[in-house]
């Protein structure tokens, strides 16, 4: 239902763009989007999240850097990173969830992408 794209390698301080293509399902119109990243041995961090009201929340690493939009046109949810620091390095998911989610709660999010890369030297 969640396909990631868009990961790779850059620079300290380049941009990056990732792309998640889902699928709603049951959620239909209330739904909740989110990006979650994770660094080996490390838990999983939640990055913000988008609803169906298009309302989103950010970590407070990411404020002013990170922007979570959606297009229900195509069904495709971004996350635009800027400014991107060594510490941003983790494999990125795109997750979904009911109405309601939130990002700082990893439970809250049934189905998960298989994630994508993101590398920062």
């Known amino acids: 239902q969640l396909v990631e794209s868009g990961g790779g390698s850059v620079q300290a301080g380049g941009s990056l763009t990732l792309s998640c293509g889902y699928s709603l399902g049951d959620f239909s119109t209330r739904y909740c989007l989110g990006w979650f990243r994770q660094v080996p041995g490390k838990e999983r961090e939640g990055v913000g999240h988008?609803?169906?009201?298009?309302?989103?929340r950010y970590a407070e690493f990411g404020k002013g850097r990170f922007t979570i939009s959606q297009d229900v046109s195509k069904n495709i949810l971004y996350l635009q990173m800027n400014d991107l620091k060594p510490e941003d390095t983790a494999m990125y998911y795109c997750v979904l969830g009911p109405l309601y989610s939130d990002y700082t709660r990893v439970s809250n999010f049934r189905y998960w992408g298989q994630g994508t890369q993101v590398t920062v030297s």
């Open positions: 988008i609803d169906s009201s298009n309302r989103t």
